[in-house]
Structure formats: structure tokens, C-alpha cells
T-cell receptor, first 112, second 109 residues
């Protein structure tokens, strides 16, 4: 069973479109992170959210942490081909703080 | 800045062989992690360490062993390689933000 679920698994959109990726769990997380991974590389951190309801923006990317700290979303406005990659959410469970668990990822392809 | 360094980058093993994947970090992080990533999938936690001398199992520890004798080094040992261990292995360090190495691509034939 997957502690962290992500949806959709795959997403292919045209340049300029908006999209939202979701990360869900039945567990409460003390913090949640979003990473982007490009082929042949390790994941690179985009953002960390720690407070329920928190919203963070990184240029065209908006991240939100759910009020109950069990879910998160990543919204990309006006997607660009450079946004193509695997988006991974990862979290520290409140009851198992030392472990950082990853979701299965959302593979995004932005077509020019 | 070296960050997290993994060696080797690529390796082919025969079934039953053993090997050690090396991981070194120069950021003085207490937390270190080993993950495996199968094609098109996310990362699965194999083992982690919260400091020198302390290690613990992650989600998929079977078939692997680790040690943490120093803050800098966190090697991952495969004793009897099996085809199911064909994967890309990532080492990471950090407590808040995780910094990843470039990965080791392992094929067991």
C-alpha cells in the first residue's frame, strides 16, 4: 500500500495550459515537500510546506498544504516545455518524523 | 560544492554477487537516506540514518544492509544480488530539505 498517493499519474498538456497535481494520504504529515526530477537526475526540491492551509508560490507554481495536513496540491499556470518532468511529493509523517516517504510521482509532459 | 556523491554511477552484477554502493556527503547532515527508483515510479525508502551509529529500516529493506560509522558516509550493501534489485539507487542527506546524489544505475543479470 502506498502511504502517499499522487494523481494523475501521467499528464500531457499543451504549452500555455494550466494544471493541478494532487498528493493525498490518510496520515497526518508534519511537513510535505514537492520535488521535480528530470531523466537521469536526482530529485530537486521545489518547496516545503509545514503549516495546515499554507500556500506558497514559486513563479508560476502554487503549492498548497491541506488544512488537516493530509494532502497537498501543486498548480502550474501557463505551463512551459521546461516544466516537463516527474513531480514527486514527499512527507514526514507526524508519528514517524525521521522517515521521508515519497509518492509515486506525476509525469508531466508539456508539448510546445 | 560536492554535496552528495555516489559511486559507482553504473554497475552490472551477476545473480548472487555482492557489492557496496558508496555515498558521501560533505554538508555535515545528520540525516541520510537510501532510496530505490524503478522505471517510471517514485522513490522507495530502503534504509535511513539519523546520525553516526544509528540506522533504521525503511519501506523496502529486504536484501540490503547499511552502516553509518561516520557522519559523512552511508554505504549500502547488497549481499546476494537478485534481478528484483535492478533499479536506480539514490542516496540523499538533509533534515528539512533533502539533497540527492546523481544515482547509481544497477542491473542484475
Amino acid at each position: 500500500t502506498q502511504l502517499l498517493e499522487q494523481s494523475p499519474q501521467f499528464l500531457s498538456i499543451q504549452e500555455g495550459e494550466n494544471l493541478t497535481v494532487y498528493c493525498n494520504s490518510s496520515s497526518v504529515f508534519s511537513s510535505l515537500q514537492w520535488y521535480r526530477q528530470e531523466p537521469g537526475e536526482g530529485p530537486v526540491l521545489l518547496v516545503t510546506v509545514v503549516t495546515g492551509g499554507e500556500v506558497k508560490k514559486l513563479k508560476r507554481l502554487t503549492f498548497q498544504f491541506g488544512d488537516a495536513r493530509k494532502d497537498s496540491s501543486l498548480h502550474i499556470t501557463a505551463a512551459q516545455p521546461g516544466d516537463t518532468g516527474l513531480y514527486l511529493c514527499a512527507g514526514r509523517e507526524e508519528t514517524s518524523y525521521d522517515k521521508v516517504i515519497f509518492g509515486p510521482g506525476t509525469s508531466l509532459s508539456v508539448i510546445p | 560544492n560536492a554535496g552528495v556523491t555516489q559511486t559507482p554511477k553504473f554497475r552490472i552484477l551477476k545473480i548472487g554477487q555482492s557489492m557496496t554502493l558508496q555515498c558521501t556527503q560533505d554538508m555535515n547532515h545528520n540525516y541520510m537516506y537510501w532510496y530505490r527508483q524503478d522505471p517510471g515510479m517514485g522513490l522507495k525508502l530502503i534504509y535511513y540514518s539519523v546520525g553516526a551509529g544509528i540506522t533504521d529500516k525503511g519501506e523496502v529493506p529486504n536484501g540490503y544492509n547499511v552502516s553509518r560509522s561516520t557522519t559523512e558516509d552511508f554505504p549500502l550493501r547488497l549481499e546476494l544480488a537478485a534481478p528484483s534489485q535492478t533499479s536506480v539507487y539514490f542516496c540523499a542527506s538533509g533534515s528539512g530539505e533533502a539533497f540527492f546524489g546523481q544515482g547509481t544505475r544497477l542491473t542484475v543479470v
